[in-house]
């Protein structure tokens, strides 16, 4: 294979990691990134890709969808070469996310060679007390992950470019908006500031407090801080988590 591009959102790192182990497998001669997580990155015309790279198209799922800054970016991603879908999600659901980034690739001129939903740990887990698919992916997940792009490039080479339509649903369902919350600052913050630099939507000010308009509770401040000062203690989200947190282990669900 000749050209690898990947396109990303990944607030706390999971989307990035499962990407670079598919990309691992792939091998392609040349590998490239576009991570739009910084808020400093954000195209504001469209990305032209030539048909000799296969892009993937990856971000984080928010109930059930592509967290929102991730899509708006990736919508503009266009070319006429082959792509791959990735979604990472909470160990819930996937929903509509990864239909939602097979059809904006469809609809920007791409083939799409495969699709994947992988787990990561879920945001509300660097928030709260409870513990929401923690530590994934795992060694297992990546292995998969880095299967799966072998898996592609043989597809490839075999002269297979079907389009394999993944699980969800057309119209998409609703995203989170009702779920959004800023978290707490509390008085254990020692001003050390690493929550204003990951922020990829700078929703923290400098006096260390979460605007809960900008705020999309990627959970990207609580899982750096070293002092556990950024907490959500909104009782919906709390019950919320202590659901999540019972569920069985999901697995990577693939589609080619």
Not at 9 to 19: D, E, P, Q
Not at 223 to 251: D, F, H, M, W
């Amino acid at each position: 294979m000749k050209k690898l591009l990947l396109a990303y959102f990944s607030a706390t790192g999971a989307t990035k990691t499962v990407v670079e182990a598919l990309a691992k497998g792939f091998g392609a001669n040349e590998i490239s990134k576009l991570d739009f997580t910084s808020p400093d990155f954000r195209a504001q015309e469209d990305i032209l890709v030539d048909e000799d790279t296969t892009v993937v198209f990856a971000g984080p799922v928010f109930a059930g969808r592509i967290q929102t800054d991730a899509m708006d970016q990736l919508k503009r991603i266009k070319g006429n070469g082959n792509a791959i879908c990735i979604c990472v999600y909470g160990n819930r659901d996937f929903d509509d996310a990864l239909i939602e980034l097979y059809d904006t690739a469809i609809d920007n001129g791409f083939n799409v060679v495969g699709n994947g939903a992988f787990i990561g740990e879920h945001s509300f887990t660097h928030i709260t007390d409870f513990n929401i698919a923690k530590n994934r992916p795992d060694a297992n997940d990546l292995t998969i992950a880095e299967n799966f792009g072998r898996d592609i490039v043989k597809k490839i080479v075999d002269g297979n470019l079907s389009n394999i339509e993944p699980k969800g649903n057309r119209p998409y369902k609703d995203g989170m908006s009702s779920l959004l919350v800023a978290p707490d600052t509390l008085d254990t913050c020692i001003k050390c500031g690493k929550c204003i630099t990951v922020c990829p939507v700078n929703a923290i000010n400098t006096e260390f407090k979460c605007n809960p308009d900008l705020c999309i509770l990627c959970g990207a401040c609580g899982k750096v801080c070293p002092v556990n000062a950024k907490v959500c203690t909104v009782e919906p989200l709390i019950q919320k988590s202590k659901l999540l947190s019972t569920l069985e282990k999901r697995v990577p669900k693939l589609f080619i």
